[in-house]
């Protein structure tokens, strides 16, 4: 199986969870919500998961071996870099047009 695609839905700025990012797999099976967190200076990926009853969180999908897991997080954070570049890029071209929008 291999990833086709991954997409960065959302950035966050604020708080431990940094992106919400969908991979596709073959270009026939979707995995969306998979977070990017960053907590004690790592980061590291979240795989979708629901809450059960007991108040417990149970994954709804998740990689079988490390191997794997391993591939997944790659490819994931470094979608979530390349999409954290392109942002602060645009964020300087933003500034670039309204400072010459004002004649600085």
Known sequence: MQITDVKVRKLFDV?????????????????????????????????????????TYRDIVHPI????????????????NKALAEAAEAAEDDAADGAEAVGV
């Open 65 to 80: 071996n490390a191997q794997f897991r391993g591939i997944l997080e790659s490819a994931v954070l470094d979608a979530y």
């Open 15 to 55: 708080g431990p969870m940094r992106a919400i990012v969908s991979v596709s797999f073959d270009g026939q099976l979707a995995v969306h919500d998979i977070k990017v967190i960053n907590a004690r200076d790592k980061y590291f990926i979240v795989m979708p998961s629901r809450k059960n009853p007991d108040e």
